[in-house]
């Protein structure tokens, strides 16, 4: 009989360890696989499909994931300042990436001023407006004749400021033919868009955005002095800082990166 219960929790024991043993392995197999950290870059609308092409070519460089958050500058930045999980921010203008690092969000050595663009005053091709000035300022006020013009949102949106800024330079910003036409828009991308579906005559827009959209027709492009800089900043974000968001802001700075950004008609700033 003793030898007979021995028997049976031996038979027992085996039983249950053959089961562990299953369970251990399907757990094993069935395991989630783990995939790299994603660095999320928030950047201004403006560098959409530009710096995807650009992330392509450092995430194979440098095996890291990286994608794009495109939005108007200052909505990145509060939600940056919120704790938005971006690991790097490229600004359309100084004074977002300057209001950041105000607040600590940014690392101090990790900032750099990474390329440039310019300011074109833009109509719809498919409207047929004839209004050409032929290498001269166009007379703003004269030429929208109650048709509608279209800038990003001043108050936060950097090519809505730098539009302000010009239409102050050329005296056009406080005449009513003007502030009776404007509409603002979320981002310069939501400007073309209007533009080139011909849903408004008129907009400001950058030079790197009228080369994406053969609907619009380029009017005049703004001197460099009749708005302030053009320049997009990048700078890693303190809350997500890490070795990979440096590796991944110095390929932002380099060859590779930047023969992207003057294919798409923007200047690089960084040696």
């Not at 990048?234 to 023969?259: G, M, W």
Request: aromatic residues 8%; proline residues 5%; charged residues 20%.
């Amino acid at each position: 009989m003793k030898a007979s219960r021995g028997c049976a929790r031996l038979a027992e024991f085996r039983a249950l360890f053959s089961g562990l043993g299953t369970m251990l392995f399907l757990t094993f197999v069935s395991a989630p696989t783990v995939h790299a950290e994603t660095l999320k870059v928030f950047a201004a609308a403006s560098l959409t499909d530009t710096l995807d092409e650009v992330l392509a070519i450092c995430s194979s460089k440098t095996d890291l994931n990286a994608t794009g958050i495109y939005a108007g500058s200052g909505t990145l930045a509060r939600q940056i300042e919120q704790g938005a999980p971006a690991a790097i921010y490229i600004s359309a203008n100084p004074e977002w990436m300057d209001w950041l690092q105000k607040r600590g969000r940014i690392i101090e050595g990790q900032r750099v001023d990474l390329i440039g663009n310019s300011l074109v005053l833009v109509q719809s091709k498919s409207m047929e407006l004839n209004t050409k000035s032929e290498g001269t300022l166009p007379d703003l006020p004269a030429i929208l004749k109650g048709r509608r013009i279209a800038i990003a949102d001043p108050d936060s949106v950097p090519a809505g400021r730098y539009a302000k800024q010009a239409f102050e330079t050329h005296d056009w910003w406080n005449k009513p033919e003007v502030q009776n036409a404007l509409v603002p828009g979320v981002n310069v991308r939501e400007v073309l868009s209007w533009v080139a579906k011909s849903e408004i005559a008129f907009g400001i827009i950058y030079h790197t955005d009228l080369l994406r959209d053969s609907r619009a027709d380029l009017l005049w492009t703004f001197a460099a002095d009749a708005h302030d800089p053009i320049r997009y900043p990048a700078a890693v974000i303190a809350d997500n800082d890490s070795p990979n968001a440096r590796r991944l802001l110095t390929c932002l700075k380099s060859k590779e990166a930047s023969d992207v950004f003057i294919k798409f008609g923007f200047s690089v700033l960084v040696p």
